[in-house]
DNA sequence: CACAAAATAGACAGATCTGTATATTTCTGT
DNA sequence: ACAGAAATATACAGATCTGTCTATTTTGTG
């Protein structure tokens, strides 16, 4: 096997154009809203050169929710690097975090949310990226509970999931950045119920 | 003016057909997955039928959305009584009420949630029917946490919002009803956190 | 029964959507 | 410069969607 393969390649200028467009009007419009037609003509690219990176709209909407998906994590793993060595503290900059994510000006939800609510068939690329995503970040919420020798921390994590998407959901609806706060301040009580 | 208006009636049997049809494929399949066709062809009416009763497949949207917020609001109601008179235990009751709905067989989420995620512009009618309900409900909660004494009802309520459409959100996901015992234990510690 | 309101069937316009086919041009590396 | 890969423009097939129009039939109420 030669380096450069049959397939266009795992990573080119193109590509990643099309996964950045697709994402930004996926993530304000909705999915079936937004036709392949639209992210073409933003992007500035031939229909044909999508379908030779992807197999489907389905296959680039998931191609792209991967991709931000590592990205979104590496920038919460810096907010928590940064946050210092307290596990506690570390699992609270995810909530700082949010609250950056909800005042940036493009804030228009989680994208991942939405896409468990348009592609509802178990086996829905889309809704495996979303579910996918989720899992991580959970996972990672544990792994630091865990860090804090914090109590039950499989249930803590998922609780501080249910506060960090209900917000999102509520930022988005009523485009309020002040409720990551208000969750920020719920995981506190969780956290500090949750000392052995 | 008489009492039958010009307009079809506020209510007739094929309306009502249609609102519960539609509801139902909207809430399991998404909205804009949904063809007008396929609502028609469940509900066996013909199309004039549905347009004379809805200016459009949104207004359609939204008067479901309306009728079912009602009734669910009602049926939060019914557990709320149920509770007895413990202002505490009425608001934990809300998701007693969670637990039902996660449990039963035909649970696909939380179409107020999806509706905010597929209309994403200020003006539709979709979202504001679905801001409309979630407003609503977190006005009770924050009544409920007032009767209670609680510090910040308005804080506390918005934050068990969090946790009701955070836990619904993964309830979904990951298809595991047991979440909204883990939303009401969550819950339990925010209200007594919340103590004078 | 008779009359008006409600619902029906079916065709249709017009737009939009995904994905494919083809022939041509641009880019890239050696 | 040259060969092969990548991207382009364009047209198109086939399906689907919302909403309208018309003519007919059913239904409910006096």
Redesign the pocket.
Known sequence: MSP?ENI??PT????ELLLETAWALFCQNGYRA?????VLAKA??????L???FD???DLIAAAMAKKSGEILAGIEDVIAAAGKSPERRLLAVFDWLAGWFGSKDFTGCAFIKAVGEYTVAGDKPREAATAYKQALQNRLQALATEAGLKAPAVLARQLMFLIDGATVHADMKADATFAAEARAAAKSLIEAARP
């Open positions: 450069a266009p390649a080119s200028a193109k590509r937004v036709g392949i037609d639209t500035g690219v031939a229909k044909m050169t379908y030779n990176h489907s709209k389905e």
